[in-house]
Each structure stands twice: as C-alpha cells, then as structure tokens.
C-alpha cells in the first residue's frame, strides 16, 4: 500500500489525473467526455482511469465512469491543498506585516483578495489603491492607528460635499499628530462640523489599518518602522463581518472626539 505521500505525489505529477478525478467527482463522465474537457488522448485516459480503478477512486457506471466515496474525498481534499498552496503564494510576499493576531478569519478567504505593494516605478502603489476606493465610497468605516493627511483629504472632500459618510476610531497618537500641524487640524476640525461624520479616539491605541468602504474592506500593512507595504482589499463576506465585528468593538471602547478638544 503506497503511503499517502505518494498518492499525494501520484496525483500532483499530472494536471490531467487531477482535472480526471474532478470531472468525475462532479459526476457521471464517458472517456469521450473526458477526452472533450481535458484534451488527454485516449491512450492516456486507459491510463489514468486504470490507475484509479486500482485504488477504488472510480468505478463503472454503465458506459462511463462515476467517482466512489473515497474518490470524491481525494478530489476535495486536493482541490482544497490547491486553493491553499495557491493562497500562499500569492501572501507570502506580505506575509510578515499580515496583523495574524488579530484577524479571526480563515487566510484562504483572501484567495481573491486585490495586493498592492510598492514598486521601484510606482513606491506610493498601496495608498494609491487606497484613495482610488476612497474615492468611489459612499460609506467609509473604520478603526486604524493612523490617518494620512492623503486619506484625511479625501475624506473631508467628499463627507462635506455630502457624497460620503464616515465613522472612524483611531488612536490618540493618530490624532495627536494631525493637531499638530495647523492645516491638518484644520481639516480634521472641518470634517468634524460635518454631519455625517462621526470620530471617536481610543485611548489604549488601535493595533491594526482597517478601513470598509461600502462592501469592501481594505487592510493597510506596514512593517515595523511604519512604513505602508501592502493594501489588500476584498469583498468577502467572511472577512467583512470580522471586520465589523471589530470595529464594533472598538468604537465601545472610544470616546468621540470633539472639535474643540484639539490642541491648539
């Protein structure tokens, strides 16, 4: 008996055997009909189909070929090693700022997630997706440890042009550092008037960059010095329903901030 590394191996070495056994994992399926969706000549399927016969994967299903119980358990566990081996690569680059501790959700759910890094061309890549959502959004939402005066920009345009509304908790020190400069207060304090903007400050900081716009939500990542490497945003249920769970508890554990408590 071939030990599971090496079924794993068979399976793995040819693209056909595994499109095989999910085509049949899906159901009933003749060698025609195999031969139409995989290209695989004939002579290959006797193969293939031989081989999973042998391991109790198939069986006859009149004149076609129909996956067994334990077939269709290797076909889905294989797909899902695909999706995560698949996962993996495309977050191993920004695997190192992903803030695991706090984000209660499975990472395959970032399978179809939009990445944006630096690059030598265009180094502001991230926070220009950033804006570009910000842009579109009629809601923004969200709880981070830092306010750009790019993003506050934006957002003070469209809230009190009335094309967008605002909730956001943030740290003091995010805060701190927009009353500081005079222009920045300014237009935190406009935003502020507005009427649909509401902003509240945590006192003990906020760990993580995450803003909701509309459906969507978007993870900034930085790494240790500050320095923003990555956006990734997504529209997965999953993903949003952490992230609102997480803003709802942060908000509780905030103040609103008033206009008038800004440092001069």
Not at 85 to 104: C, F, N, Q
Not at 154 to 173: H, I
Request: charged share 30%; proline share 2%; with cysteine.
């Amino acid at each position: 008996m071939e030990s599971a590394l090496e079924e794993i191996e068979f399976l793995a070495l040819s693209s056909n055997r595994v499109e095989v056994l999910r085509l049949l994992s899906d159901g009933r399926q003749t060698r025609t009909d195999l031969a139409d969706a995989t290209g695989a000549s004939q002579a290959t399927l006797g193969r293939i189909l031989s081989d999973f016969e042998d391991r109790s994967w198939i069986r006859h299903d009149g004149n076609a070929y129909v996956a067994t119980a334990t077939g269709r358990l290797v076909a889905e566990g294989f797909t899902d090693l695909q999706a995560i081996l698949e996962t993996e690569a495309k977050l191993r680059e920004i695997v190192d700022y992903l803030p695991t501790h706090a984000m209660d959700f499975d990472l395959r759910r970032l399978s179809d997630a939009t990445i944006t890094t630096p690059s030598a061309t265009r180094p502001n890549a991230p926070l220009s997706r950033l804006l570009d959502v910000l842009r579109t959004g009629e809601e923004v939402r969200t709880f981070s440890h830092t306010f750009n005066e790019q993003t506050l920009g934006v957002v003070r345009d469209r809230v009190t042009a009335g094309e967008q509304r605002f909730r956001g908790v943030f740290g003091r020190n995010a805060i701190d550092a927009l009353a500081d400069e005079s222009e920045l207060r300014r237009q935190l304090e406009a935003l502020l008037d507005a009427d649909d903007a509401e902003i509240r400050v945590r006192e003990e900081g906020v760990p993580i960059a995450i803003m909701i716009v509309d459906e969507d939500v978007c993870l900034l990542l930085r790494d240790e010095t500050g320095i923003l490497r990555a956006a990734v945003d997504t529209d997965d249920d999953a993903v949003r329903a952490w992230a609102e769970d997480s803003l709802d508890h942060y908000w509780r554990t905030a103040t609103p901030l008033e206009a008038d408590a800004l440092s001069e």
